[in-house]
């Protein structure tokens, strides 16, 4: 048996598809109500233990994928993109959320995605206060931003109590953050192995910590890079269509926007990074395409210090260990 489903932010569609190609459909409530009923519709089919497979859409697949491991089932959480490859390639041309369910079991079946690793309470509370670190600091923005084309003296004082409201919210919301971080061994010690990295400042190690939880567990460095949209694109067709690489931009945005900056600190202190830079201006690529590639590296470099619990030592020489 393999559990296909396709999730929204009020419902989840499930097929559920045997070995021998013959499928069962119910739909659930995106809630902890329509989980249980999930749970009792497999166990009113027989099912013990199966894969399930799931898109990364959103927030809103993120309950359903960590309850079903807690009942014995293995979960794959997939990049979107893929689901929309393999639905093209079967020259689908309906689209309802009972027949992308079904979709996204034969993708289970046919492909066979690797598992998802769960996070632990400890990376959920985190992830949970980086992103509404997020959103408060987009709110802080967008009220500095009125603030500055406002005329009229009662909405500047109003926009300005928000501003510092706003801003006493995040630094609450830092130092949360840094306490949660010190008071786990593990997270202590990948921070500080992050950080060993120049260019990577706390902000972005949390981010990183938060986002990229399960960084230690993907196959390959460019795999990680993969899942926050930064593998170039290409485009080509017969002999003469030949487009211009871009980010795919197929992944995790906020890895993305986090790195931005480290990246042009990274290619001022860091000398792996500014020799890397280098090399690529001396082949002519435009600045955007170095910083792009820059923000790669830096995923691959935070790859190999996680995956081997070694800080970054530019040198490749024998590292020092961290201090805990």
Request: charged letters at 25%; one cysteine or more; a positive charge.
């Amino acid at each position: 048996m393999i559990l296909g489903i396709d999730l929204s932010k009020r419902y989840f569609d499930a097929t559920l598809r045997s070995t021998a190609g013959a499928t069962w459909y119910a739909r659930f409530t995106n809630d902890a109500a329509g989980i249980a009923a999930l749970l009792a519709w497999l166990r009113s089919h027989g099912v013990q233990t199966l894969p399930a497979c799931m898109e990364a859409t959103n927030i809103y697949w993120e309950e359903v994928a960590q309850r079903l491991p807690e009942q014995g089932y293995t979960v794959s959480v997939v990049n979107p993109a893929r689901i929309k490859g393999f639905a093209q390639s079967q020259l689908r041309r309906n689209k309802t959320d009972k027949q992308d369910s079904a979709v996204i079991a034969g993708f289970c079946a046919a492909m066979q995605p690797a598992a998802w690793q769960p996070p632990s309470e400890l990376q959920r509370r985190l992830r949970s206060l980086e992103r509404h670190r997020d959103d408060l600091q987009q709110s802080l923005t967008q009220q500095k931003n009125r603030l500055a084309t406002s005329k009229e003296p009662a909405v500047q004082a109003s926009l300005q109590r928000l501003i510092d409201a706003l801003q006493q919210e995040l630094a609450q919301v830092d130092q949360q953050v840094a306490e949660l971080v010190e008071q786990d061994e593990t997270l202590r010690h990948n921070k500080a192995l992050l950080r060993s990295i120049k260019g990577i400042g706390d902000k972005t190690a949390y981010k990183l910590l938060a986002e990229l939880y399960d960084l230690p567990h993907y196959e390959t460095a460019r795999a990680a890079a993969a899942d926050a949209g930064l593998t170039p694109a290409h485009f080509e067709s017969g002999d003469t269509v030949r487009r211009k690489p871009k980010l795919s931009k197929v992944g995790k945005a906020a890895i993305r926007r986090i790195l931005y900056f480290p990246a042009i600190t990274a290619m001022r202190f860091n000398p792996l990074i500014r020799a890397f830079a280098e090399r690529l201006r001396q082949r002519g690529k435009p600045e955007k395409v170095i910083i792009a590639a820059v923000m790669r590296k830096l995923v691959h470099l935070s790859f190999g210090v996680l995956k081997h619990q070694t800080p970054f030592d530019p040198k490749w020489g024998l590292a020092q260990p961290i201090p805990t």
